[in-house]
C-alpha cells in the first residue's frame, strides 16, 4: 500500500485546511485509515480514524468539533477537514493505513506541513 497525503499549507489561526491522502496498491487489505501528526520536538499524536469501508470516524480529543475525517472509496481516498485552526495544530500531518482494527498502523504516507500563524 502507499499513501500520499497532500492539502497542506499555512494559515491564520481559525482558518481552515482540507487533507486528502490518496492510497494505491493493495488497497483490498485496508482496514482502517488515520491521520497523525508531530509538532517540532514532540511525539507522533494520533488525531483521526475510520474505517476504511466508511463508519464514524474515532477523534482525538484535542480536535474534536474541529476537525473531521471522511473518505471517498470510489477515489481511494481519505480526508481530514480542519477548522477553527489554532496555532498549536501546527504540525506535519501524516496519513495511515493497518490491516484490522486492532494491528499495528503498517504503512505511512510522506507527511504534509501544515502551520497555523497567530
Known amino acids: 500500500v502507499q499513501l500520499q497525503a497532500s492539502g497542506g499549507g499555512q494559515v491564520q489561526a481559525g482558518g481552515s485546511l482540507r487533507l486528502s491522502c490518496a492510497a494505491s496498491?493493495?488497497?483490498?487489505?485496508?482496514?482502517?485509515m488515520g491521520w497523525f501528526r508531530q509538532a517540532p520536538g514532540k511525539d507522533r499524536e494520533f488525531v483521526a480514524a475510520?474505517?476504511?469501508?466508511?463508519?464514524?470516524?474515532y477523534n482525538a480529543d484535542s480536535v474534536k468539533g474541529r476537525f473531521t475525517m471522511s473518505g471517498d472509496n470510489s477515489k481511494n481516498t481519505v480526508y481530514l477537514q480542519m477548522n477553527s485552526l489554532k496555532p498549536e495544530d501546527t504540525a506535519v500531518y501524516f496519513c495511515?493505513?493497518?490491516?484490522?482494527?486492532?494491528?499495528?498502523?503498517?504503512?505511512w504516507g510522506q507527511g504534509t506541513q501544515v502551520t497555523v500563524s497567530s
Open positions: 475510520m474505517r476504511w469501508s466508511g463508519g464514524t470516524p
Open positions: 495511515a493505513s493497518k490491516r484490522g482494527s486492532t494491528t499495528p498502523w503498517e504503512y
Open positions: 496498491g493493495r488497497t483490498f487489505s485496508i482496514s482502517t
